[in-house]
């Protein structure tokens, strides 16, 4: 896609000032987006329901407030009316456009999206980690109980549950662990850097390619293919002004 003949007519001094200021690519990413997106048909109770919300999360309960606002920001109307509208279209134009690549891309990255419960335990004594595995695993105490006495990370305050979270946000170390163990699992002791873990898998979370997936993977294939857009524009206006 072409950059836009609104930005080609901007004077090259102008350009040069946003370039100078980095406001060069936030400007050409938000044109981008209305040459996409603007044919996108939003309906019309869609549209209500988000100016709704804003005007909610805004807190915003009469006609004057709005209008206030708006002159607050330097808005009109239609600009507010595009803004909440914005994640309606990049859902519809992504799904359009591309729905046909989204489960290739869902199995491609299913090992980052499953997502994994389990507890944790860490200290830095390996003797003492040694020894609440041997507790827990004899059934002296509760995994919560000596996670909370004892855990020296974070996980200490919610007695060393962790997640849900994605399986791929863990070290490489504990990925591995938590991947070779069954649901309710104890595993042994083991080191990362300064720390000895003592985990416990509590529960898999496959994710699987529903209409959720389907339309998160739409919408980042559209990121992708926006972000690359925006390097080209940006190559060839930079070298423009350069030249």
Same mark, same amino acid.
């Given at each position: 896609m072409p950059t836009s003949p609104l930005i080609n007519q901007l004077p090259a001094e102008v350009l040069q000032l946003l370039a100078r200021h980095q406001l060069l690519r936030p400007l050409l990413n938000r044109q981008l987006l209305v040459d996409t997106l603007s044919d996108i048909s939003v309906p019309q109770e869609q549209e209500q329901q988000a100016m709704d919300a804003y005007c909610k999360e805004h807190q915003l309960t009469d006609e004057q407030a709005l209008k206030d606002h708006l002159t607050l920001a330097g808005l009109s109307m239609a600009d507010l009316r595009w803004r909440v509208t914005l994640p309606f279209r990049i859902t +519809? @134009?992504?799904?359009? %456009? /591309? %729905?046909?690549?989204?489960?290739?891309? /869902?199995?491609?990255?299913? =090992?980052?999206?499953?997502?994994?419960? @389990?507890?944790?335990?860490r200290i830095k004594n390996v003797y003492l980690?040694?020894?609440?595995?041997?507790?827990?695993? =004899?059934?002296?105490? !509760? /995994? #919560?109980?000596l996670a909370s006495d004892y855990s020296e990370g974070k996980e200490k305050a919610k007695g060393g549950s962790i997640g849900p979270v994605p399986l791929c946000q863990a070290h490489?170390? *504990?990925? =591995?662990? *938590?991947? +070779?163990? #069954? &649901?309710? !699992?104890?595993?042994? &002791?083991?080191?990362?850097?300064?720390?000895? *873990?003592?985990?416990?898998?509590?529960? @898999?979370? &496959?994710?699987?390619?529903?209409? !959720?997936?389907?339309?998160?993977?739409?919408r980042e294939l559209f990121q992708e293919w926006r972000s690359e857009e925006l390097n080209v524009q940006c190559k060839a206006l930079t070298g423009t002004l350069q030249s």
């Open positions: +519809s @134009y992504s799904l359009e %456009n /591309f %729905n046909h690549k989204a489960e290739q891309r /869902f199995l491609e990255r299913k =090992e980052q999206l499953d997502q994994v419960m @389990y507890s944790l335990l980690a040694r020894e609440l595995f041997l507790r827990i695993a =004899e059934g002296e105490a !509760t /995994f #919560a109980e490489p170390r *504990l990925v =591995e662990a *938590l991947r +070779s163990h #069954a &649901p309710g !699992t104890l595993v042994e &002791p083991f080191q990362i850097s300064d720390w000895w *873990l003592v985990v416990r898998v509590d529960r @898999y979370m &496959p994710v699987s390619f529903d209409e !959720t997936i389907r339309k998160s993977m739409c």
